[in-house]
């Protein structure tokens, strides 16, 4: 089999990119390990940039998002008791969507299988051959069976777990890691949310967040120790958890239910230089982790791929190879800024064990300093929806 860009990884990065080239007339096939139930059964972001929200739109698959994502014109940071509203509208012409990423995948799947894109799945042992050179090439199992792949470019949106990132030669490669020493435990829970916005709430039990999917779903998280296990939280324990740390006039009108999924999150903070390697390019996760206080996983994921489909459009267009050599660098500089971010809002909002009374004074400082201080804000909402691209 040939194709002009292979890429591995069926995710929101490798079906976007799918998407995005397939619409510009290159063809690419995309090697998925699993299933399509199984990338769609996992429960991950809500909250998408106005730029994420444009590409989607320029893929073809604005319709569903633009009807049922909810606009967010600012969202709340609180501190025990406190509350600091940041107003994206008072400080940048922008605005968040909310809108899940199972359903942003969904999307680009129907999308792709309206544009009968090629999508293997259960593709077993990828295997990236030659990408140094002019002519890359991938192998796979597919059962029994070997499967080669020929292509000009390949790209690696196979998350941080995948294949792409480790081909690169270690004398190529330059990871930076931080591991934070909690996790995050998060439910999803047919229940409408507790208030409009979005809640960031600190308080000296830990972190939670209050997020949604939509006017009856609800997502809520609360920090929880790195070798915790979901099984150790019954539903009631994680509604009184949860309760202890938002404000109080939240927690007397949180609805509470059953809980229809449950699972732990780690918290890392990941970059891997360079974002390339001869014809390899990483995109998203494979390159790169944020922990998920400032909520820019798949946003700096997507803006990964906008950077990449432009670089392989302006190639194939015969608009020459700038766009490819620039690639890792352009994609970079606005990584580092995401990264920056969310390790902030990380190290701003958590209980880190161990901390001493100095650290604890310290975010209460910022937290203080945030509160009336309108640059403070402006800084935070200009981050959060998202630096340009
Ligand atoms: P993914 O989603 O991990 O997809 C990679 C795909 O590659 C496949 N794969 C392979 N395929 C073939 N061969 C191999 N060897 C392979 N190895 C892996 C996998 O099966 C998978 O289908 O990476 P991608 O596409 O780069 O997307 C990244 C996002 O998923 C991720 O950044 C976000 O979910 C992070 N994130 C959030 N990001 C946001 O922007 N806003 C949020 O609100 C937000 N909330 C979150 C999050 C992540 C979370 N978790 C669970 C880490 C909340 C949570 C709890
Ligand atoms: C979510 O709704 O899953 C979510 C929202 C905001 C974040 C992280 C996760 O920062």
New binding site residues.
Partial sequence: MRTQVAI?????????LSQLLHRAGIDTVV????TKD??LS????????TG?VAQLRAAGVGARLDRDGIVHDGTVISYEDSEIRIDFTRHTDSHVTVYG?TEV?RDLYAAREAMDGRLVFN????TIHDADSDAPWLT?MQGDTEHRLDCDYIAG????????RQTIPQTVRNEYEKVYPFG?L?ILSETPPVHDELIYASSDAGFALC?MRNANLSRY?IQCGMDDHPDNWSDDAFWEALKRRIPDAHAQALITGPSIEK?I??LRSFVCEPMCWGRLFL?????H??P?T?????????S?VHYLSQALIGHYAGNGDEGIAQYSQTALARVWKAERFSWWMTSLLHQFPGQTTFDMRMQQAEVAFLSDNAHAQAVLAQNYVGLPY
């Fill in positions: 591995i990884g069926g995710g929101p990065s490798g079906l976007l090697l998925e390990r699993k199984y990338v996992r429960i991950r972001a809500g909250v998408l940039e994420m990423q995948t593709a077993d042992g990828v796979y949106c196979d998350g941080f777990h995948g294949v792409s995050w998060g997020s998280y699972s999150a780690p995109c998203g996760d494979a390159a982790i944020v998920p400032g909520a820019k996983g798949l946003n700096t994921a997507a990964d």
